[in-house]
Structures are given as C-alpha cells and as structure tokens.
C-alpha cells in the first residue's frame, strides 16, 4: 500500500483526489491536512480510517508513517510544500498549476532528482473522455492534418471566484488562465506538440483580482493553430470542441461530466460514471456527410494507477514535470504580452 496524505481539503482535495485514492487499491489514504473545521469535519465523516491535521507542520512531523504527499492548496504554496515533502523523502503530486513561475517547476524537478523522489503534477483533465476521444481520432487520422483547433472552458459564474481565487492575483497564480487554462494549453501541447508563438487577450470582466475571461492563440512547431477559450463569464458557452482537419471536421459540445458527478456525491466505481449523455456525443465528418461519436468514458482514476506502477516498478509517470513547466513558460508568454487587464 502506498500511504498517503492529502494537503487541502478543498475542491481539489475533497473532489478529485481523496476519492481516486479512497477507491484505488494501491492506496491507503491516511491523512488529510485542513485547516477549515468544516472541511475537517467532512473529511473525519467520510473517510474515518484518515487522520485530520490542522497544518502541514503536524504532517511532516509524522513522515515517516507515509509515502506519498498530494498538494491540493492554492498555486502560492505549491512550491515551498512540495519542496519541504521531497526533504523529508516522500514522494509528491502537486496539483495545477504547478507553481506559479516555471523557475520554480524547474527548480522542485531538479530538487526531486537530487533527492531521489517521484514528482509529478495532477493534469487530471489528460482522462476527460471527450479529450481521450480527440486524440485518438487525431492519432488515427480521421481528420486528416488538422489546422485548426479550438477548445473551450465556459461556465457562467457572474458573481466571480469564491475563496483564496478571489483574491489572488497574478504573482500568486490567480486567474483564469493559471487555472483552467492551464488543462487547456497541456491537451493543446499533447495533441500538436511544441508551441511557436504566443498571442493572448486576457479580460477582467467580474469582481476577481485577475483575468476571467482569456483567449490564447497557439501557433504550433507543426503547423496547427490552437484557439483556447476561457471564461467564467460565458451566459452561453461554445463548444467544447471545435476541429477542423483537412478531411473532416469534429465537433462536441458539454464537459465531461467526471466532475459534476463527484460534486454531487457519485464515486469513481460507480455505475455509468464518466459517461456523457447521447445530447453530448461528437460529430465528426463533413458537412452533409457527417456521423456521431460516442465519447469514451472519462477516468481521472488512470493518473493514480500509473503513478502506483511508476512508485512500484519505476514505469513512465503519468505526467511528467517538464511538460507542466512548458505549459508556465506558455502563461508566462502570455502574461508578458496582456499589457494591462480590460474590463
């Protein structure tokens, strides 16, 4: 079994870490760090084998009872935690974003290979079964040499961020862009490779400190122009989806519903989970000629069982770190070129 210990009860830890490690046979989830009392009382009435701590000054004194430490707090203290676990000889999943300069991300993947330590970084949003489904159409070439992509994060959210996201700003990985675009810019960089140019307009439309409503355009090594939609502010979304190829076209509107389902209480082994409904399959081909897709199941779940046979047999992690430092230096880009934020 691998111990573990969950830093942040939030959305991150109490949504989508605590349940893949709770259902995962591999794991034994023994810790939870919150320092909120509702939070820790949440997670004492659903796991109750865990210890709740209040600080990850209580955990660390106690390293030597686990394996592996999960980082689920705001973006600003991503680095100096995963760096204090790598000392104290545990392994580390941090969450998105990474850190909060690629300076950072370079430095803890420098400091976990001088320590020895397995680092990799939560890109849950690689088992979306919409993005499964898009790259294998793309691998399989049935949208022949694909020119334009374009891939959406829209809700409608008017009253703004909630919590530490209200407040942050960009120094401390607050936005729109250091959160949902950095699950776009890495399925953008795993579909068409590395990036050439960078173009952004980022917006503040709402009452947060930082952007909520960005748009980046990627111009790729290969050709492929990626157009990566933002916003907490969309009355009504886009598509999530929209692919233009040089043999046919591929559309798919809805999220992938993994995450709705764990807010509602739904678990990882329960039936139909990651299973989008008919309304939201894709449509592939060209116009007049066209066919339904049916999305493959989403599965969050795989980054922890590849992360487990990575610990145990030293096998390919499911993301590697370099990749989430590349998807920095993209944000990075883009902040440089914003000028000031628009309302």
Known sequence: M?????????????????????????YSLDFVVTGN?????QATARYPHATVLSGPDELFARAAEIDLVVVGTPPATHAGLAATALDHGL???????????????EALIEHARRVGRVLTVFQNRRWDGDFRTLRRLVQDGELGTVHTFESRFEWWK????????ARAGIADGGGILFDLGTHLIDQA???????????ADLARRGAGASDDDSFLLLTHTGGTRSRLFMSGVAALPGPRFHVLGST???????????EDALQGGAGPGDDGFGREPHENWGTLGVRGHTRRVEPEPGDYGQFYRLLAA??????????DPRDAVDVLRIIERAHARKGDLSR
Do not use: N
Not at 158 to 165: A, F, I
């Open 2 to 26: 691998i111990r573990t210990a969950v830093i942040g009860f939030g959305v991150s830890g109490r949504i989508f870490h605590a349940p893949f490690l709770a259902a995962a046979d591999a």
């Open 37 to 41: 009392p509702d939070r820790a009382a």
């Open 91 to 105: 392994h580390v999943v941090v969450d998105k974003p990474f850190t909060v300069t690629s300076a950072q991300g």
């Open 158 to 165: 008017p009253q703004g961020p909630r919590d530490w996201k």
């Open 189 to 199: 960089r795993l579909l068409f490779g590395p990036v050439e140019s960078v173009h």
């Open 248 to 258: 046919a076209g591929y559309t798919k509107w809805g999220l992938d519903p993994q």
């Open 310 to 319: 990575a610990l145990d047999a030293g096998g390919e992690l499911p993301v």
